[in-house]
Structures are given as C-alpha cells and as structure tokens.
C-alpha cells in the first residue's frame, strides 16, 4: 500500500519493517505508525504542528466543539460508500478516529501528517488506523489507492491528489466560511477582512456538492477559548492584555465551515 519516499517501488512489510526492492527501509514505531518523511523532504527540523499546539487542538476537541464538523464531515464520506479513505493532514487523528467508528470496519483508512508529535498521538490512540508521518506534497502512496480523501484545514498538492484518487473518487474538502471565528478577528484587527466563500478550483477535479455548516459555539469554560487561541494562525496578533480580556468577555464565537465535494475527472479506463 505504501511506496518507498526515496525510489516510489512498493514497500512491504516484513516484521516490523517496510522495505522496497532498492533496500530503502522504513521500522514501525512502537506505536504503530511508520516514519516516510526522509530528511529531503523536510523543510525544518520538527515541521508541521509541535506538541503544545496539539494538545491545544487535542483539549478543544475534546470539548465537541467541532463534532457537528466531524458529524457532516462523515455523513458526506459515507455518501460514496468508499473502501478506502485518506484523511490527509490527520493531525491527532480526531476526524479520523470519529470517522472510523461510523465506517464499516472493512473500509481501510489511512492517515498522514507531517508532524511527528501529531501522528504518533494519533497511532496510540486509534490503532485500527494506518498512520504515516510523511508529506502531503510527496505522498507516499501508489496510483489510484483511494476512493475517498478528506482535507480538513490542510496543505495538499494538486497533482499528488490526482495521482493517488481513484477513478471517479471523491475529495472532501474542509476550508472555514466567512464569518468563521468572526469575533477573534475583531479583537484584534481594525478592519475584518472576511474568509472567501468562493469555491476553487481543484484541478483533474469536478466541484458536485457544497455544505455550509455555521453555529454560535457557546463557550463553556475559559479554558475551552484558551485552547482555541492556542491552535489558530491569528493567535500570535494577541497581546498577553487583549488575550485576557478576550477570554474574560468572550461568551459565544461563531463557527462557520464550508464543506466541498469534488469528484475526480479519471475514468477507469483512462486512469493517471
Ligand atoms: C490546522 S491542522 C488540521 C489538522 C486536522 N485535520 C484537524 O482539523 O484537526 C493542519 C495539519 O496539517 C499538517 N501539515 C502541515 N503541512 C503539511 C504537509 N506539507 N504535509 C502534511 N501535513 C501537513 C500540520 O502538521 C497539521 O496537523
Ligand atoms: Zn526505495
């Protein structure tokens, strides 16, 4: 299923250990998950997420703050009855997970992230699920592995997605809507400048369904907005004071997210 980051020949797993015809060789960690990110194909020493901001998203999460996202999210997988789903950018694999109880156990989901710390959070505690650090601008899979992708809030190549889809497969893509998080903007900024509700292009693919999923997020405990601002870009433009007094007033927060469905172009007889 996997192929070598380093000669794209397939890798298998003998024992604890994945190799290709080459002998480029890859151990599973104790927990599970395999590391395909070779050195070349990091951009910084630790990339992606670090620690603090996931367990930040971890503890927000757990508040189901954004199940009815992974509620929608999994409706919408189920739609094409997949086999075999990538959730691409998996960070510690809440979506995944969620989205892994309502499949039928048949269906063979695979995960990836380029943070370390993300996927090794995710591999502990969703064992059913193949994890992989690598990353999604060099993805280390075959043509054609998956019937399904979902990309919730994250980084992803154009062509690597039209590589790996499946005839006919589908992309569920994650991107927030306009008024996402609308009050955390006007704590900080003069002029809010609203996310674009435009819906992109994604080539070699065929844009079919878009989902709005807006809700005022009732916020239960400080600790919940801490968490928030410890996870999102903006949080940086707070000083120590705004940050204070934006969790001390901060009752309700607007969530909106758009949810779109593409369809790849390939035939199945003109796959690639
Ligand atoms: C905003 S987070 C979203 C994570 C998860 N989908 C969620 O919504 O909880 C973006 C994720 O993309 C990952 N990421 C960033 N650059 C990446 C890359 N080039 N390849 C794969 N993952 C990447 C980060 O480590 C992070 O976990
Ligand atoms: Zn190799």
Redesign the pocket.
Known sequence: MYICPLCRQPLTLTGRQYRCASNHSFDLAKESYVNLLPVQQKNSKD???NKLMIEA?RAF?QSAAYQPLSDAVNKLVMQAAPATVL?????EG??SGRLQQALKPAVRLSG????KA?VKYAARHYPAIRFAV????QLPFADNSFDSIIR????SDSSELQRVIKPQGRLISVNPGPEHLIEMKQAVYREVKLHSDQIKDQPGFQHIQRQQLSYPLHITEPEQLDNLLQMVPLAWKFSSDTRQAFIATTRTISIDFLLDVYQSDKTADKPG
């Open positions: 990339p992606g997420d998203r999460l959730d691409l950018g998996c960070g809440y979506y990836i992230d380029i943070s993300a690598a990353s999604a601008y919730i809030y994250a980084p």
